[in-house]
């Protein structure tokens, strides 16, 4: 008896031909059955591997949408467009003034009020500047006839002296003279020649002499004094007094000078601080009255403003910018990938609907309990499951200038599909141990028997 083993198929599987009655005379049959199935299972297996890999080393999301920030602009008061915004999808860049509104109101009736307290104070200023200029005109007159009045005293004072001197040279002359007088008369009242009383006589002509000479001495001594304190640093005229009142006069014009030149001052003061208050109030006024917000980023608009002479009211929303410049990816993934995912990786992102790929940088990842800001954002975020977690994509800059681009708001609300690289590969190393074992099974002379035996221990293994 041949005790050859050969293989039989029952209900799928591998069995030894000594489980099999009559049928286990055809021993071809099953064996050649066996070899397709393994052979279909190889191409099957690796099929799956092939459609699988991507996904057996990262994971693929379509459920990503586009995003970007909007920039509202709102009415600070009840006005007036004069310039409207543009049309929807229309570019604006960085710098560019997106629309003008007037005030409906004036907000300069307080700056009137201000320039009515400025006027009135330049001329009081003004007033008190002429006064200063006529004291000071008043002053120089005064002083230029304190000087001629000085200079025509010294030279009076001057002829005085001379009188004083020509005096007292007359007065010693005549002391020289009653002297030899005295002297001629006491010899002859001593020889007899003339009587007593001429020499009394004689004696009181001298001390009468001596005495003018003593008040004319004096006299240019007064007179020198008086012309010495006329030219000095006071000025006193002590003959008249006239310089004295000059001076007064002069003294007082001073004063006044000096009190003008101190409220000067403080009108200066108050000029100045009105001034700051208009510079002030007309730059809030100037606020007050236009609004003509500027472009921080290109972007395309959103939502126009109507159209210019259209009334708007306070709080009013006139128009948003979509700011392009910020661009992002929400991408929804199950949660369990939270800690597979790490800021700053990149992404593989694909349009739909486009073939081109490019990569994008993780810069954030939410949680399923955080509140989206959905209000600044043009596009709803798509995380639909409580389950699910949020990955922020950075985009990369695009040219707003470009009619595609900016037709299309910079692709927002656009949907995407993005490949993440996690370092998970438990699937696709089992797909390949498979096939490996298959494809082995192929390519040596075994017996299916014993292929049976090996397909068995690889399911355990794995």
Known sequence: MDQRRDPRTIAGELVHPSTQGPLASNTGKPVKTTLIRITAATVLLGAAGYAMAPRATGYVSSSAVVNAPLVALIAPFNGVIRADSGEVA???????????????????????????????????????KKQILDLQVHSDSIDQRRQARIAARTAWFEIRMREAEAAIAGSRVNIDR????????????????MPEKDLVRAEFDVA???????????????????????????????????ADQMNDR???????????????????????GLLTQIALGDSEALAQEIFAPVNTADGVIWVSSAAAGANVAVGQQIASVLDCSRRFLEVELPERHFEDIAAGSLARVQMKGSRETFFGEVVAIYGSGARTNGDTHAASPRISTTAGLRAIVNLPDVDVNDIVVSSSFCDVGRTAEVRFEMADDGILARLSGAIGYLSGLLE???????????????????
């Open 90 to 128: 229309d570019p604006v860049a960085t710098g560019e003034t997106l629309f003008v509104l007037h005030n409906a109101r004036s907000q300069r009736s307080h700056l009137q009020t201000l320039d009515a307290d400025l006027a009135a104070l330049e001329g009081e200023i003004s007033g008190v």
């Open 208 to 242: 009468a002499a001596e005495t003018d000479l003593a008040r004319d001495l004096a006299f240019f001594d007064r007179v020198k004094f008086e012309r010495d304190t006329l030219s000095g640093v006071s000025g006193a005229d002590l003959s008249t007094g006239g």
């Open 444 to 462: 040596k002379d075994q017996h299916p028997d014993d292929a049976r035996l090996q397909i068995t221990s690889w399911n355990r293994a794995s």
């Open 178 to 193: 009653f002297k030899k007088d005295r002297e001629r008369t006491a010899y002859l009242t001593k020889i007899g020649g």
């Open 250 to 272: 002069l003294d007082d014009i001073a004063l006044r000078i000096t009190d003008s030149e101190a409220r000067l001052q403080a009108l200066g003061a108050r000029r100045a």
